[in-house]
Nanobody, 122 residues
Framework: QVQLVESGGGLVQAGGSLRLSCAAS????????MGWYRQAPRKQRELVAA??????????NYRDSVKGRFTISRDNAKNTVYLQMNSLKPEDTAVYYCNAKGTLGPVTNNYWGQGTQVTVSS
């Protein structure tokens, strides 16, 4: 099992910045990919950014609407993933969820944080 605890959400004006953090504990050795998803009211949950560790390098991917504004990073020593969000827009308003994918043999499990609200005012 993996436990995820998020922090860093809040209210910010358009154009502002926020940094989300997600600390993982438990069976962290099994984690391959960590990422951030978001869900706005009456919309489906969507992937915002993900980071996969591969030896000494990390690979990242972003949804198109946040490219150039958001940066995902990972501190393996602290078992923490961050999402730096700059130039925030009202359409970024959503509950943001941390996700971790843990792989043990042929089985991959998805773990979720409790979510943190991000509200961007215009």
């Amino acid at each position: 099992q993996v436990q995820l605890v998020e922090s860093g959400g809040g209210l910010v004006q358009a154009g502002g910045s926020l940094r989300l953090s997600c600390a993982a504990s438990g069976s962290i050795f099994s984690i391959t990919t960590m990422g951030w998803y978001r869900q706005a009211p009456r919309k489906q949950r969507e992937l915002v950014a993900a980071i996969t560790s591969g030896g000494s390098t990390n690979s990242t991917n972003y949804r198109d609407s946040v490219k150039g504004r958001f940066t995902i990073s990972r501190d393996n020593a602290k078992n923490t993933v961050y999402l730096q969000m700059n130039s925030l827009k009202p359409e970024d308003t959503a509950v943001y969820y941390c996700n971790a994918k843990g792989t043990l043999g042929p089985v991959t499990n998805n773990y979720w944080g409790q979510g943190t609200q991000v509200t961007v005012s215009s």
